[in-house]
Structure formats: structure tokens, C-alpha cells
Nanobody, 128 residues
Framework: QVWLVESGGAEVQEGGSLRLSCAAS?????????MSWFRQAPGKEREGVAV???????SHADSVKGRFTISRDNAKTTLFLEMNHLRPEDTAMYYC?????????????????????WGQGTQVTVSS
């Protein structure tokens, strides 16, 4: 059974750090082809932040490259998003999502519509 539960969101000062966690069933992370973090700010569309493929290959959106890092634990039951040098524009609800089906072209790997399972989200607020 597939389930995802995010945690770790908080309010932090600009320049601060947070680590988000996405707990999942072992089945979820071992069978998912792509595991990703997305975010959605009020009034804006949901956008992809980072993706990890089943083999551990990662990719990050340009807006967070060098500041955010996606990773998972060795037991493959938790997906993480390490966020450093946070900015007010990083304020959003953060979601983890997985895609359990077919291969995606790299340009599609951070499209929300390509993912079939989602968590409920965790709020990150960065104050200046």
C-alpha cells in the first residue's frame, strides 16, 4: 500500500535551514520509479523542487540548486529535503509525491501531473 506523510515544516528566519521528511511505507519507496518534492505558494501553481530516481540519481530545480538537497535513508522508508539559505520566496506548502509507473523524460520529472501519489503537505514559512 502506498502512503506518504510529510513533516518538518516550520517558520524560520531568512538564511536559516530546515530538513523536511517524508515517511513512506517500504513498499512505496522501493517500488516508486520517481520520488519528488513539490511546493505550492498561495496563489501560485504547484512547482517541482527536486526528484530522486529509484537508482538514487537526483535532480533539483534551478531555483533551489545549491541550497536544497533531496536524499533518502538506507532503509528506503524516508525521503528528505535538506533546505539551506532559505529565502522568503521559499515560503510554501511542501509536498512529497511518487510516481510508480513508467519512465519520464527528464523535462517531465518535475511536473506535478506526472505523479500519482501525494502526501498532505507541510508548511514552510521564511520570514525576512
Amino acid at each position: 500500500q502506498v502512503w506518504l506523510v510529510e513533516s518538518g515544516g516550520a517558520e524560520v528566519q531568512e538564511g536559516g535551514s530546515l530538513r523536511l521528511s517524508c515517511a513512506a511505507s517500504a513498499y512505496t519507496l522501493t517500488t516508486s520509479r520517481y520520488m519528488s518534492w513539490f511546493r505550492q505558494a498561495p496563489g501560485k501553481e504547484r512547482e517541482g523542487v527536486a526528484v530522486m530516481e529509484r537508482d538514487g540519481t537526483t535532480s533539483h530545480a534551478d531555483s533551489v540548486k545549491g541550497r536544497f538537497t533531496i536524499s533518502r535513508d538506507n532503509a528506503k522508508t524516508t525521503l528528505f529535503l535538506e533546505m539551506n539559505h532559505l529565502r522568503p520566496e521559499d515560503t510554501a506548502m511542501y509536498y512529497c509525491a511518487v510516481r510508480t509507473s513508467s519512465w519520464l523524460h527528464p523535462v517531465d520529472r518535475l511536473r506535478p501531473t506526472e505523479y500519482n501519489y501525494w502526501g498532505q503537505g507541510t508548511q514552510v514559512t521564511v520570514s525576512s
